[in-house]
């Protein structure tokens, strides 16, 4: 995705306009402007220089984002989110107070609660239509921007919020000055009461009460939107300034940009890591929470990784850089949160419609506003002033903010806790989701063998039995093997010299030390070597229901006992399984183990439903079926398990993955924590909460708010709406759902307590949506692969199942398919098809 920044846009009417304008570019295959950040994401052939001509046409500037990106430091990236049009917008509003309170003084204070004047005001009234007309002409240059935008916006033929505001001020201004001259002309003729009456027909304070107020509103909400890239910012100043690498024999300082890959840099006590990279040289306590959210620090020696703005916090590290600038673990995160801004939620189409046509249709019924209020016989004034009520009471800005605002909010809220939302779209769909697979191994396991059980036989301790098999093992790389040397280092035993080790392929192994000969095996392998009683055979099958593998382990014939390995779940796996559980979401468990030990892990993780044996590319295939049943969100880390993460509806990457998991994947976990996935969830649904309450309330102001300003409650109740409270109306409506987006920051994504259970939106569907086929002349497994395949291939088919025992065909659609088209498949593959139901 190549970024943009835009320039020029005011309100979600601008926005909706650069959209559409780079949406019609040739080689343009999606096109997404945030008016949050203002920029824009462009994916497709197109060339910048084409897109840039696009944005240019429709009124508004662009530039690439982020040019030279790589010699960029961290100052210059936050540089970029910093907030400037706040302090500007505050320099306007403060002298636009200054001479409104003169103004308002001048008119209201003088006309209505007869504050004095100077006594060369004393009856002449023109000299003070006169103070207010330049008083007036001040603040509409202090506030110049609201004009030149607008009026430039309308004669592209693109009618925007600056729009609005400038013909409402123009309107009330014109219409002053009109009304100005014509007491003078009164004055000539001496009709005192024509120029009393004229002097309420002034409109002067209205046309700059409605600029100020604006400027409120746009100041606030600037206020406002600038902490909703806190999160970003505060992601970029994690980047260390500088670094301490070795050239030439020395150590040099330099800026953390301008280190290389394969630099030999140097970290001391306290100094922040400048790159990804390797350690060479020396053990230290490094903090990762700027990356992980982890507060523990966690050890490194020689041949560990280490990350970019991690802290070393207690020992001299020297490392070999692998990753640096934009490879970096950070600047990736920091790429996937700011591509996440630029997106956008599918959520936001409706209201994206609707601002493309609100300015115009709104200037519309503002002009139609005034006309009927002159018809029925009220004064020009009057439908003057209705007529500007509508155009400063809309507000296409708060229809325009109140997705992305929500979503960068969100998105900050995911980083903080190391869960990263890689587009608007993924953050949407996250909360929808119905069932959730997951991986075992290495998702809801360890990934790594352990031992869990040692039981020696009569006469033999766990220390000794440990000690022999370790000293079996140490030369054998099975990751069984791995197990039993890890659990014997952990409690410091030395092993036995060996000699004449050997190994035998799926069975076990044999070494001697000393006089003695020690046999370590499968069950089937030491009944040859040692007699086993029925006891430890007993306990043996009971182990192997549990999910665990025993290693049986002789010494000179005799027996010394069983240790039991296994891949043992995370411990936070049930608890995780359990969460998701009571959101109503369905758990299914994926592995390629052996059903036995599958049931058992998936037991104990207390997953809905466990489908084992399935070879790396079946898992695909198994996501497809599940997707036609409901949302589904797959969970892996493994490169066998990208292909499912791509099908998914939501792929979900353990951060301890390969890289190809993480690129396949919409949301990338960094803590490798299963209690994320419920977390990431309960945000997401947390942010489409918000965005259908900023929405909601978008619409209903409008809704609300236009009828008012246009007096349709004026002759049932005499209720009517000034243009000064009409922008003040507006000026808060933008503020009040950036605030509300605000919100997220305080929400606790790991806190259970007030989770609700979703039904399945689509259970009612799961009947319909399959077919049963009943074939004949299925004979073996080649049979079955043919018809599935060929099922498969056909357009609305998610998956199929063939059996030929069963002598059916079980089709899971993703849409209707007529039975003869079904029928037509399996027969071209030389089978008959007995009947569809």
């Known amino acids: 995705m190549k970024q943009y920044n835009i320039t020029g846009m005011s309100c979600a009417a601008c926005s909706a306009r650069v959209e559409k304008a780079v949406s019609s570019v040739k080689g343009v295959t999606s096109c997404s402007v945030s008016l949050l950040t203002n920029s824009m994401g462009v994916e497709g052939t197109a060339s910048p220089e084409e897109i840039i001509s696009a944005v240019e046409a429709a009124g508004y500037g662009a530039s690439p984002k982020g040019a030279e990106k790589s010699q960029r430091s961290a100052d210059k990236a936050a540089e970029e989110l910093e907030n400037k049009d706040y302090p500007l917008l505050k320099k306007r509003l403060i002298w636009s107070v200054g001479f409104l309170l003169l103004l308002m003084y001048v008119s209201m204070g003088h006309m209505m609660w007869g504050w004095r004047l100077p006594s060369f005001f004393d009856g002449n009234h023109i000299a003070m239509g006169l103070v207010q007309l330049l008083l007036t002409v001040i603040i509409m240059v202090i506030n110049q921007k609201f004009f030149i935008s607008g009026f430039k916006a309308l004669a592209n033929k693109a009618p925007n919020m600056d729009s609005l505001v400038a013909l409402g001020s123009s309107a009330a201004f014109i219409y002053s000055l009109y009304a100005l001259f014509a007491m003078t002309g009164a004055q000539v003729k001496g009709d005192s009461e024509g120029v ?132 970096t673990a950070l600047s990736r995160i920091i790429q996937m949160v700011s591509d996440a801004a630029a997106t956008k939620a599918p959520i936001a189409k409706s209201a994206d419609k609707v601002s493309g046509i609100f300015v115009p249709a709104v200037i519309a019924i503002a002009a139609v506003t005034a006309m009927i209020w002159l018809l029925t016989g009220q004064t020009v004034g009057f439908a003057l002033a209705r007529g500007i009520s509508v155009l400063v009471i809309s507000c296409p800005c708060a229809l325009g903010l109140a997705t992305p605002v929500a979503v960068m909010v969100g998105n900050g809220v995911g980083a903080r806790n190391g869960i990263l939302f890689k587009t608007a779209a993924s953050l949407e769909a996250a909360g929808e989701v119905e069932i959730v697979a997951l991986d075992k191994t290495g998702t809801i396991t360890e990934g790594a063998p352990k031992v869990t059980d040692i039981i020696p036989a009569d006469s033999i301790s766990a ?165 036609a049943e409901g949302r589904t969100a797959m969970v892996g880390d493994g490169i066998n398990d990208a292909p499912a993460l791509t099908r998914a509806d939501v792929g979900i990457a353990i951060g301890a993955g390969t890289d190809v998991a993480i690129d396949a994947a919409d949301v990338v976990l960094m803590k490798s924590r299963l209690t994320d996935v419920p977390a990431a969830i309960r945000l997401s649904r947390a942010s489409l909460r918000n965005i259908r309450q900023n929405l909601f309330w978008a619409f209903i102001y409008n809704a609300i708010g236009i009828p008012l300003a246009a007096g349709v409650l004026i002759p049932l109740f005499n209720i009517g709406l000034d243009p000064m409270f009409a922008a003040a109306a507006m000026s808060l409506s933008s503020f009040c759902v950036v605030t509300n987006a605000l919100r ?94």
């Open 744 to 837: 997220l920051n305080f929400i606790d994504i790991h806190n259970a307590d007030k989770d609700k259970m979703i039904r399945s939106k689509r259970k009612k569907e799961k009947k319909a949506m399959t077919k049963t086929i009943k074939i004949e002349g299925m004979m073996c497994g080649h049979c079955e692969a043919a018809v599935k395949k060929a099922l498969e291939a056909v357009s609305g088919v998610a998956s199929a199942e063939a059996s030929h025992e069963k002598g059916t065909a079980v089709v899971t659609l993703s849409a209707p398919v007529d039975d003869a088209v079904l029928r037509k498949a399996v027969e071209d593959k030389d089978y008959t098809v007995l009947g569809i139901e």
């Open 196 to 327: 009393m009456s004229l002097m309420h027909e002034f409109y002067f304070e209205s046309a700059a009460m409605i600029l100020t107020l604006i400027t409120v509103g746009k100041m606030l909400e600037a206020r406002s939107k600038g902490k909703t890239t806190d999160a970003l910012k505060g992601l970029i100043q994690l980047a260390p300034k500088t670094a301490a690498v070795i050239r030439d024999g020395a150590e040099e300082i330099i800026p953390a940009e301008q280190v290389n890959k394969g630099d030999i840099f140097v970290v001391r006590p306290g100094e922040s890591i400048p790159a990804d990279g390797t350690v060479l040289e020396g053990e230290s306590a490094v903090n990762e929470s700027a990356l992980t959210g982890e507060s523990i620090p966690v050890d490194k020696t020689v041949g560990d990784k280490v990350s970019a703005a991690t802290i070393n916090q207690s020992g001299f590290l020297k490392c070999e850089a692998v990753n640096v600038g934009e490879d």
């Open 463 to 627: 220390d000794e039995l440990l000690q022999a098999a370790y000293s079996a093992e140490t030369k054998s790389e099975h990751p069984l093997a791995k197990a039993i040397v890890l659990a014997a280092e952990e409690k410091g035993l030395t092993p036995f010299e060996i000699t004449g080790f050997k190994a035998y392929a799926g069975s076990g192994l044999s070494a001697h030390y000393g006089d003695k000969v020690i046999y370590g095996g499968n069950l089937k392998f030491i009944c040859s070597h040692a007699e086993i009683s029925e006891e430890i055979r007993t306990k043996a099958q009971s182990l192997s229901e549990e999910g665990k593998t025993p290693l049986f382990f002789s010494e000179n014939g005799k027996l010394m006992g069983m240790i039991a390995v296994a891949d043992v779940i995370k411990e936070d796996s049930p608890r995780a399984v359990s969460e998701l559980r009571k959101m109503g979401i369905r758990t299914v468990m994926l592995t390629g183990d052996n059903e036995r030990t599958a049931k058992a892990v998936g037991k104990l993780a207390g997953v809905d439903e466990v489908i084992a044996e399935v070879l790396p590319e079946g898992k695909e295939s198994v996501i497809r079926r599940l997707s």
